[in-house]
T-cell receptor
Framework: NAGVTQTPKFQVLKTGQSMTLQCAQD?????MYWYRQDPGMGLRLIYY???????DKGEVPNGYNVSRLNKREFSLRLESAAPSQTSVYFC??????????????FGPGTRLTVT | LAKTTQPISMDSYEGQEVNITCSHN???????ITWYQQFPSQGPRFIIQ???TKVTNEVASLFIPADRKSSTLSLPRVSLSDTAVYYC???????FGKGTTLSVSS
């Protein structure tokens, strides 16, 4: 099993450009998440999807949109990139977000620089 | 949401036991406590999860007192490779915070 995969691994954007970060998991998990991590900081939740067909905002959703394409895939879109969105983006998945018992599996991350 | 509080950093030497304590005063009745480890340039990795009393696996032990307002991650005989950031999460609150940076020296 590949676990959680993310593409691309690295990306450089100019201010105002758009892009979509892709995430896929092969563990048949119901819940998926997008986090960002800035230097020296912990992870901050952007959006999550408790189950296929649902999405919810996390701590820092402004400037982002998400799509839960199917049970395997959860994408994150930046419509108009800003330098403040320079960060490392991690996707994760878990069995279920609301049972109180869950273990998140993380992807390798996408390092995004916006100039 | 069950926000957690843990020390920003800790230092240790190889071979010592390290205990990292996390406070989670308003954890919900059904919530579990989960700990993750993160190495530089990698995503966090699950270490251990528990509800109450003591849980042990091949990597660590987790101690949770009866009132469940705190928990302690115990790493036995740390090595240089245990240098990482450790995060404590309370239940369904998907809040990682800044974690505890553990530095192990020889």
């Amino acid at each position: 099993n590949a676990g959680v995969t993310q593409t691309p691994k690295f990306q450089v954007l100019k201010t105002g450009q758009s892009m979509t970060l892709q995430c896929a998991q092969d563990m048949n998990h119901n819940s998926m998440y997008w986090y960002r991590q800035d230097p020296g900081m912990g992870l901050r939740l952007i959006y999550y999807s408790a189950s296929e067909g649902t999405t919810d905002k996390g701590e820092v959703p402004n400037g982002y949109n998400v799509s839960r394409l199917n049970k395997r895939e959860f994408s994150l879109r930046l419509e108009s990139a800003a330098p403040s969105q320079t960060s490392v983006y991690f996707c994760a998945s878990s069995e279920a977000v609301r049972t109180g018992i869950y273990e998140q599996y993380f992807g390798p991350g996408t390092r995004l620089t916006v100039t | 949401l069950a926000k957690t509080t843990q020390p920003i950093s800790m230092d240790s030497y190889e071979g010592q036991e390290v205990n990292i304590t996390c406070s989670h005063n308003n954890i919900a009745t059904n919530d579990y406590i989960t700990w993750y480890q993160q190495f530089p340039s990698q995503g966090p990795r699950f270490i251990i999860q528990g509800y109450k009393t003591k849980v042990t696996n091949e990597v660590a032990s987790l101690f949770i007192p009866a009132d469940r307002k705190s928990s302690t991650l115990s790493l036995p005989r740390v090595s240089l490779s245990d240098t990482a950031v450790y995060y404590c999460l309370g239940g369904t609150a998907l809040i990682f915070g800044k974690g505890t940076t553990l530095s192990v020296s020889s």
